[in-house]
């Protein structure tokens, strides 16, 4: 049975067993090519039926909705690729309107620190978004990139903060859960990192203004 970890909003294997990090798992899978050719049909029908959705039905413009899927897409490729460093083999990517994106991976015996790790990726890839848009926008001068990199800045600090599944601050909250086995050292590196991230997006769209 495959385990989502869903980057526009995200559920990640809810059985994971807390405990010490295992080390990362950077084999490479033969198969993930594949894998990757056989689901890309189906990834990018998801995408452009999602891009139409937001463009057509919500009155958005092809360049928002296009803009606003890319920008799902980044965000999921975070979790895919963090998801993969612990062994994770990927399984294929879906967009959803108006719910987001989701990754599918095999499932595994991660523990509840190395879940955070994948769940807030999602976020860091999405910041990047934001302040590579923010960039854009400060030497040219485009409200499309403006846009952009307000949707970005609300949308990850959304699904970071709000610490209930399926979105990513699920499983961050988890390291701080009474069954969870994080040291409390361990525990003081993802409360920091949690706090730290979740600020950033919070003063985003206020800092936007001083460009």
């Known amino acids: 049975m495959p385990t989502k970890f869903d980057l526009g909003d995200e559920s990640l294997d809810v059985h994971a067993k807390p405990g010490k990090d295992m080390q990362l798992n950077t084999f490479k899978d033969s198969r993930d090519a594949d894998r990757v050719r056989q689901t890309m049909p189906s990834t990018l029908l998801s995408m452009a039926f999602t891009i139409w959705f937001y463009a057509y039905p919500m009155g958005w ?27 994770l083999p990927y399984m294929g990517m879906r967009f959803i309107p108006l719910i987001g994106g989701v990754v599918f991976h095999q499932r595994g015996n991660t523990t509840v620190t190395e879940n955070a790790f994948i769940g807030i990726m999602g976020p860091v890839f999405g910041t990047l978004v934001a302040i590579t848009c923010a960039t854009i926008y400060h030497f040219t001068g485009d409200f499309f990139w403006l846009h ?20 990513d601050g699920h499983w961050l909250a988890a390291v701080f859960s009474k ?12 409360a920091l990192a949690w706090a730290g991230l979740g600020l950033f997006l919070l003063l985003g769209p206020v800092l936007l203004r001083f460009l």
């Open 61 to 87: 413009g092809w360049a928002v909705a296009a803009g606003l899927v890319l920008s799902i897409f980044i965000h999921e490729c975070g979790h895919a690729i963090a998801a993969r460093r612990y062994g």
């Open 148 to 167: 952009v990199a307000q949707i970005n800045f609300v949308m990850n600090a959304a699904n970071l903060l709000i610490p209930a599944p399926p979105l």
């Open 179 to 190: 069954r969870s086995r994080a040291t409390k050292k361990q525990k003081l590196k993802w």
